[in-house]
């Protein structure tokens, strides 16, 4: 019998427990390793029975129980301890609050307070409301910010099921189940108002309908996260299921997803700053086009205060931070330009919001657009007066894919830079290595490269290089956390098999699968195609022959999942799961369902080696290779993503890629031939070729030197950092002297650049002259160019006129190019003026250059941003 309600009754703790509640309902025990000792500590199997959940823990403890604890003054004690850690962590000056009192550099710049908005959060398993690596970097993005003391709000939706939980067949077939969440079982508060009822939020929807929701709160250490549920009185049943499942719609229920984040976003955020007091944020920063119409709502909040919608545009695109993680068009939210109109037009339309005007913010009026769609990213990068991609091979991908929308600038001066994504190593570092790092060589939870260097000090006798971690001790730790994983593995494995009906009969063999001695591969992600989850399998005879090499065997862990709607990629699954049930392999070869953070925290430390093998360039980023990398593991991956940027040949392997070939089948039998030869020919005998001390010394080399200049580079809070200075401040700063005097810096802006704008068609160089170099120039030679140029209406102080120059190709192009600017040098009638400057010849070989001019105004943050050049 089902029940027509559910809830959650919560436990009414002693006096001298209460402050359990506060450790369990702040999120920092999900990376600080002392709380969660406390909560193990009070129960370890019911610890383990509630997968490490203490709100859960503390719910399923008896009277008895409590009352011991209770008396426990020695119990009691450690918890207030903790409790008052906390209290240090939360209230103390941390890099953000030093950087701001220290006067130096971006000091003065330093926002008040910070919007994050992300579709998905992954901070622990407990709140599962993330799918795959967006949702992870946002959550360690959270947590690293918190660590630094970065004043982020985040901002989400809370969804009842979250994405799903996956099972398999008896053949092979993922099989998703979602199971319903109760918010009062979860670390999660309520936002309320000041009269004790539930603070909530509404948008108004077509046809007279109207979309409430409630705002939770969850404590992501000093960072706020505020999350919106729909499930709740007053809305229709439609409506009450606009939060059902994390990407589980299409189509009209993923656009109302996305306008409650956006929308509903922004006006939890004045919700949040009304009630509790804090700051209303300065910067708003998108993670991914999902959260684009957070701009929409702050143009109206301006439109009502008189602006219009040039002006408030002005005012929001300034302090507004976009990242596309996205390198193909297909993974982009497109929606069709007359459900965008339902939902803006007719009777929804809003004084000051001309439809025709949020319609061209997601235009694809470029070549090779789709005129029937409003594309998400093109807004955010409409919206956001900064974007970027997340690593630099990513930067540049994105850069290539948008160019459209600046016509007239070559890729390389679009203005979307990159930040390489990081990871919050205190979340997924092994505590046992992390305590042996902390303890020998001082390194702390922020990872400085001063201590990380300390990796490097072998301690080998007549080294002479100080105390260390010896290379047995390395190597007695790394088999430690891998045989850590096989026993996981096998718990997995066993229930696994349970859920695809075999008997207790048919499983002994599962006893024996996996061994902490071997070369353990991981491969773990979402599966799309081009992720290419089956690359491995392209030659099953060649993969059998290094799974069981009677010297040097090879064993894989995989899991992974599949969008429920993605057939494709659960026939990949199911062609892997039919390989690991082969019984010839299947002790050498697995497959873990049910992917998530409880999972991967066990399975980052255990892998030697991190694989990935993406279609290059359609890696983003790909965090998890970082993960493995904190724990002393070394990557063997395409180069794509961070490993581009950061592979230098000690810190693991690269595996060539087939570029330039069409066939895909073919590119495929050539990159996975490339695999198998790296595995057999240098991973396994570098993993097995021993030292007289049965370490092997030459493979726990290149560990060291991976923890040792990898491991800074891979922080999060090096991510955090630099968005905190690369993104944040300069946007904090143009968006205060937008909002300065009353807005009228906005209103000039606009001003601005409608006289630009209007006036441009006049624009253009008449004649270049240049002198100062002979018959044969030479290095070192001043060229001096002077242009004449035309500017109609517009004034000098209006443009910019470049001398582009720099090396040119056989066919006369300028592929690697600087900018000068020239300097007005004479003024002529009817808008006519000469602009001139010197140009220095520093390199040898061919050299070209052109004359172009291009606006120019302070409030610009590029000159590329109009999509205006006038080219000579």
Same mark, same amino acid.
């Given at each position: 019998?089902?029940?027509?309600?559910?809830?959650?009754?919560?436990?009414?703790?002693?006096?001298?427990?209460? =402050?359990? =509640?506060?450790?369990?309902?702040?999120?920092?025990?999900s990376w600080h390793a002392p709380s969660r000792e406390i909560f193990a500590g009070i129960d370890p199997d019911l610890w383990a029975e509630v997968h490490g959940d203490p709100v859960a823990l503390l719910g399923a403890l008896g009277p008895e129980r409590l009352g011991v604890l209770a008396a426990d003054g020695a119990f009691v004690e450690r918890v207030r301890v903790a409790v008052t850690?906390?209290?240090?962590?939360?209230q103390d000056d941390l890099w953000y609050q030093r950087r701001a009192s220290s006067?130096?550099?971006?000091?003065?710049?330093?926002?008040?307070?910070?919007?994050?908005?992300?579709?998905?959060?992954?901070i622990t398993s407990v709140l599962p409301q993330y799918s795959g690596g967006l949702g992870i970097l946002a959550g360690d993005h959270l947590k690293s910010a918190s660590d630094l003391g970065v004043p982020i709000v985040g901002v989400g939706l809370l969804y009842g099921a979250g994405y799903f939980k996956q099972s398999l067949t008896r053949d092979g077939w993922q099989v998703e189940t979602y199971p319903l969440l109760?918010?009062?079982?979860?670390?999660?508060?309520?936002?309320?108002?000041?009269?004790?009822?539930?603070?909530?939020?509404?948008?108004?929807?077509?046809?007279?309908?109207?979309?409430?929701?409630?705002?939770?709160?969850?404590?992501?250490?000093?960072?706020?996260?505020?999350?919106?549920?729909?499930d709740v009185p007053g809305n229709d049943e439609a409506a009450r299921k606009v939060t059902d499942r994390l990407y589980g719609g299409g189509g009209e229920h993923r656009l109302q997803q996305e306008l409650l984040l956006g929308v509903g976003g922004v006006r939890a955020l004045r919700l949040w700053s009304r009630v509790t007091g804090a700051p209303v944020p300065?910067?708003?920063?998108?993670?991914?086009?999902?959260?684009?119409?957070?701009?929409?709502?702050?143009?109206?909040?301006?439109?009502?205060?008189?602006?219009?919608?040039?002006?408030?545009?002005?005012?929001?695109r300034a302090a507004t931070v976009f990242t596309t993680h996205t390198p193909v068009p297909a993974g982009i939210d497109r929606f069709g330009r007359d459900l965008i109109g339902q939902y803006f037009g007719g009777d929804m339309a809003v004084d000051g919001?001309?439809?025709?005007?949020?319609l061209a913010m997601g235009a694809e009026d470029y070549d090779g657009g789709d005129p029937t769609v409003f594309n998400m990213a093109v807004m955010g990068l409409r919206l956001g007066g900064r974007a970027n991609g997340v690593s630099l091979l990513h930067g540049q991908v994105s850069r290539g894919m948008f160019e459209g929308l600046w016509p007239g600038f070559d890729a390389r001066e679009v203005p979307i830079t990159s930040v390489t994504n990081g990871v919050h190593s205190p979340t997924w570092v092994d505590p046992a290595f992390a305590a042996l790092a902390a303890e020998r060589l001082g390194l702390d939870e922020l990872t400085a490269d001063d201590a990380s260097s300390g990796w490097l000090r072998t301690g080998r006798e007549g080294a002479g290089d100080g105390p260390a971690v010896s290379d047995g001790e390395l190597w007695a730790i790394r088999r430690e956390m891998r045989g850590r994983l096989v026993d996981e593995a096998r718990r997995r494995v066993h229930r696994s098999w349970r859920e695809r009906g075999a008997s207790p009969a048919e499983t002994g063999w599962i006893d024996d699968i996996l061994s902490p001695d071997v070369l353990t591969i991981g491969f773990a992600r979402r599966v799309p195609t081009y992720k290419r989850l089956t690359l491995m399998l392209r030659d099953p005879d060649r993969l059998k022959a290094l799974l069981l090499h009677p010297e040097r065997p090879v064993q894989l862990v995989v899991a992974g999942k599949s969008h429920p709607a993605d057939d494709q990629g659960k026939r990949l699954i199911q062609q892997l799961v039919r390989f690991t049930d082969d019984p010839e392999v299947r002790h050498r070869i697995v497959f873990l369902p049910n992917y998530d953070i409880a999972m991967a925290q066990a399975l980052y430390?255990?892998?030697?080696?991190?694989?990935?093998?993406?279609?290059?360039?359609?890696?983003?980023?790909?965090?998890?290779?970082?993960?493995?990398?904190?724990?002393?593991?070394?990557?063997?991956?395409?180069?794509?993503?961070?490993?581009?940027?950061?592979? =230098?040949?000690?810190?693991?392997?690269a595996i060539p890629t087939a570029d330039g070939v069409e066939d895909p089948d073919r590119r495929d039998d050539l990159e996975a031939a490339a695999l198998y030869d790296l595995v057999e020919q240098e991973v396994a005998p570098r993993f097995y070729g021993r030292d007289a001390d049965g370490a092997p010394g030459r493979w726990l080399e290149m560990v060291r030197h991976t923890l040792a200049t990898l491991g800074p580079k891979v922080q999060a809070t090096r991510m955090v950092g630099e968005y905190v200075t690369r993104l944040y401040a300069p946007a904090a700063v143009a968006g205060r002297a937008l909002a300065g005097d009353g807005l009228e810096p906005a209103r000039e802006l606009a001003h601005w650049k409608r006289s630009v704008r209007d006036g441009w068609d006049r624009v253009r160089v008449d004649h270049v002259d240049s002198s100062g170099v002979g018959e044969v120039p030479q290095v070192g030679d001043l060229l001096t160019v002077r242009a004449y140029v035309s500017l109609g209406e517009l004034q000098p102080g209006d443009v910019e006129v470049q001398v582009v120059h720099g090396h040119v190709t056989e066919e006369d192009v300028i592929d690697a190019y600087t900018t000068r600017p020239l300097a007005l040098a004479e003024t002529f009638e009817a808008g006519r003026y000469a602009f001139a400057g010197e140009v220095a010849l520093e390199a040898s070989g061919p050299f070209g250059y052109t004359v172009r001019i291009v606006p120019r105004h302070a409030g610009l943050p590029s000159p590329a941003e109009l999509g205006l050049v006038a080219n000579a």
């Open positions: 019998m089902r029940a027509i309600r559910r809830f959650t009754v919560r436990t009414l703790l002693p006096a001298e427990l209460r =402050d359990l =509640d506060e450790l369990a309902h702040n999120l920092r025990w850690d906390l209290h240090h962590y939360l006067g130096v550099g971006t000091a003065d710049a330093l926002p008040s307070a910070i919007a994050y908005f992300s579709p998905e959060f992954g109760d918010p009062d079982g979860l670390p999660l508060t309520l936002l309320r108002d000041d009269d004790g009822t539930p603070a909530r939020v509404s948008l108004d929807l077509p046809g007279g309908r109207v979309l409430h929701a409630h705002v939770w709160a969850a404590a992501v250490g000093r960072v706020p996260l505020l999350l919106l549920d729909t300065e910067v708003y920063h998108m993670n991914e086009g999902h959260a684009g119409f957070l701009g929409v709502e702050r143009i109206r909040e301006l439109v009502t205060q008189g602006l219009t919608f040039d002006e408030a545009l002005e005012a929001v919001l001309p439809v025709d005007r949020i430390p255990g892998c030697d080696v991190w694989l990935n093998n993406p279609l290059r360039p359609l890696e983003a980023s790909g965090t998890s290779g970082m993960k493995s990398a904190l724990n002393g593991g070394l990557n063997l991956s395409i180069l794509d993503g961070w490993w581009d940027e950061w592979f =230098d040949g000690e810190n693991g392997w």
